[in-house]
T-cell receptor
């Protein structure tokens, strides 16, 4: 399967369960964060973003939590579905600095078992 | 109606050759990017252009030369291809600050 040799952190869940994907970011000056989903053979796709003046943001079935104290970001997916199977990346950006540069984390492979 | 498109989707070539990958966006964005994704899925920025001007060059070998004929296009030309250049290359675009929209990727294989 696709995961062979990738050495990505992996998360395997049952369909219908909630998933939590974690990310530790590196730069305490980062003030904008994005979660991307990358399905096999496709480009990364925006899921949800959050700015550093917030600690929680909700979308449709997804919630992002930001803990600036420990530089930690998480993505919660409610009622996980087989179509959620993908690699998930967090990305950080510093506004006002190199405005256009996102730094990506290494990704987590989510597998949803039917 | 594709937002960010890249051609070709697959590119197989011999070491030492020169090749180009093209990217176009129809989102009206001012900023475009090239990323390289290696076999471990690590995604790293290579270049960024804003209104046809280079603003980020992440210590990429000068065999890689981006060209932006207008703000809707950012092409990537690679000279003297090496085995280590094999990867998936993604183009992306964005407005000033915010989410980046990615193309479908070009899988480059150097033999």
């Amino acid at each position: 399967g696709e995961s062979v040799g990738l050495h990505l952190p992996t998360l395997s869940v049952q369909e219908g369960d909630n998933s939590i994907i974690n990310c530790a970011y590196s730069n305490s000056a980062s003030d904008y964060f994005i979660w991307y989903k990358q399905e096999s053979g496709k480009g990364p796709q925006f899921i949800i973003d959050i700015r550093s003046n917030m600690d929680k943001r909700q979308g449709q079935r997804v919630t992002v939590l930001l803990n600036k104290t420990v530089k930690h970001l998480s993505l919660q997916i409610a009622a996980t579905q087989p179509g959620d199977s993908a690699v998930y990346f967090c990305a950080e950006n510093i506004s006002g600095g190199s405005n256009y540069k996102l730094t990506f984390g290494k990704g987590t492979l989510l597998t949803v078992n039917p | 109606d594709t937002a960010v498109s890249q051609t070709p989707k697959y590119l197989v070539t011999q070491m030492g050759n020169d090749k180009s990958i093209k990217c176009e966006q129809n989102l009206g964005h001012d900023t475009m990017y090239w990323y390289k994704q290696d076999s471990k899925k690590f995604l790293k920025i290579m270049f960024s252009y804003n209104n046809k001007e280079l603003i980020i060059n992440e210590t990429v070998p000068n065999r890689f030369s981006p060209k932006s004929p207008d703000k809707a296009h950012l092409n990537l030309h690679i000279n003297s291809l090496e085995l280590g250049d094999s990867a998936v290359y993604f183009c992306a675009s964005s407005s000033l600050v915010g989410e980046q929209f990615f193309g479908p990727g070009t899988r480059l294989t150097v033999l």
